[in-house]
C-alpha cells in the first residue's frame, strides 16, 4: 500500500508504552505526528526519541500529539527509555508503539511489503526511517523519509507544523526557508481583488503570480 499526501491515514489498533490505542481515536480531534524507527538500543533513534521528548512542549502548544514507532516490542521500548533519559537528559514523554508484526509499518509503507516479523536487525528494518505529518480531518499532510545513517531535523518538523497550521487556517503559503513571523505568499488561486479584501493592510506583487503578505495573525 503506497501513501500519498492527502489521502486518509491507516487506522491501526496497536499496544503502545501507554496502553492499547486505536490510532485515529487516540488523534481525536488534534494534529498528530507519527515517527519511526529502524530499531530499538540504536544509537541514532535514541538522540532522537529524547530530541523530540524535549519539544514535547512545543508540539503541545501547537494542539499536536506526537507519537514514536519501533518494530520491536513494548516490554524492550520500556527498557530503553532509561537509556534516553540518561544519555539525552529528557525523558520520553509520549507514546512509543511496539510494531513486532509490522502491522503499522507495512499500512504506511515504511518497510518492503515481504518483510516478516520476529527478530530483526537495524539493517533488515533500513527503510523504517519515517515522518508522517496528519491534520485532525486523518489526512496526511506531510511526509518525511531520511536514511538510517541521518538523524533526522525534527527542528524542521516543527517548522513544517507551523506551515501546514498557518495554510489550513489562513490558506496560504510559504516560501524557501520561512519561518514563523515572516512575510507569507498569496496563492495564485486568489485574485487580486479578493486579495485587495482580504488583506486590506496591502501586499506586494512582485510577478503577477508571486505576491507576498505579512503572516495573518
Request: charged share 25%; glycine share 6%.
Amino acid at each position: 500500500m503506497s501513501i500519498r499526501i492527502g489521502d486518509e491515514a491507516p487506522d491501526f489498533t496497536a499496544d503502545t508504552t501507554e496502553g492499547k490505542i486505536s490510532f485515529h481515536e487516540w488523534i481525536g480531534d488534534k494534529w498528530a505526528i507519527l515517527f519511526s524507527h529502524p530499531k530499538d538500543f540504536t544509537p541514532v533513534c535514541t538522540t532522537e526519541l529524547g530530541y523530540m521528548a524535549r519539544l514535547k512542549p512545543e508540539f503541545d502548544r501547537r494542539n499536536t500529539k506526537i507519537i514514536g514507532l519501533s518494530v520491536d516490542p513494548v516490554a524492550d521500548h520500556q527498557k530503553w527509555v532509561k537509556d534516553i533519559e540518561e544519555t539525552q537528559g529528557h525523558a520520553v514523554n509520549y507514546p512509543m508503539i511496539g510494531d513486532v508484526d509490522l502491522t503499522v509499518a507495512k499500512l504506511y509503507d515504511m518497510i518492503h511489503p515481504n518483510a516478516s516479523g520476529g527478530p530483526r536487525t537495524a539493517v533488515d528494518n533500513a527503510t523504517v526511517r519515517s515522518v508522517f505529518l496528519i491534520g485532525p480531518d486523518k489526512k496526511v499532510k506531510a511526509m518525511l523519509v531520511y536514511p538510517m545513517s541521518a538523524g533526522r531535523n525534527f527542528d524542521e518538523v516543527l517548522r513544517l507544523l507551523d506551515s501546514l497550521q498557518l495554510n489550513a487556517k489562513h490558506t496560504v503559503a510559504t516560501p524557501v526557508n520561512w519561518k514563523p513571523g515572516e512575510d507569507v505568499i498569496i496563492p495564485t488561486s486568489v485574485s487580486d481583488d479578493d486579495a485587495k479584501k482580504k488583506y486590506p493592510q496591502g501586499f506586494k506583487t512582485l510577478k503577477p503570480y508571486l505576491r507576498v503578505v505579512s503572516q495573518p495573525k
